[in-house]
């Protein structure tokens, strides 16, 4: 987990000076400069998130419990018994 969280710090601030790096040699923003600042959050994640999802040790699957089963109703009730008019076109 250190190594991740190091990785990402490094990560992060490589984006930002490349970004500053392209900025300073082309003399505008573009879309290098643009990329490189976007793939910075997804750095920051890496380094800040404290267990990405695919290093979760548990199981999820013993969390499901199968439902009982429903009882389907075959035929839909009458909307006048249940108190709704009828509509008029």
Do not use: C, H
Not at 28 to 43: H, I, K, R
Request: glycine share 6%; hydrophobic share 45%; aromatic share 12%.
């Amino acid at each position: 987990m250190r190594a991740r969280v190091l990785a990402g710090w490094i990560l992060s601030i490589a984006f930002i000076l490349l970004s500053g790096k392209s900025f300073a040699e082309n003399g505008q923003l573009t879309t290098e400069s643009w990329g490189f600042l976007l793939l910075t959050p997804l750095a920051f994640a890496l380094a800040l998130s404290p267990n990405m999802p695919w290093e979760s040790e548990e199981s999820d699957e013993s969390e499901w419990e199968e439902d009982e089963e429903m009882e389907y109703v075959t035929q839909a009730p009458d909307p006048e018994e249940l108190g709704f008019d009828v509509p008029v076109l």
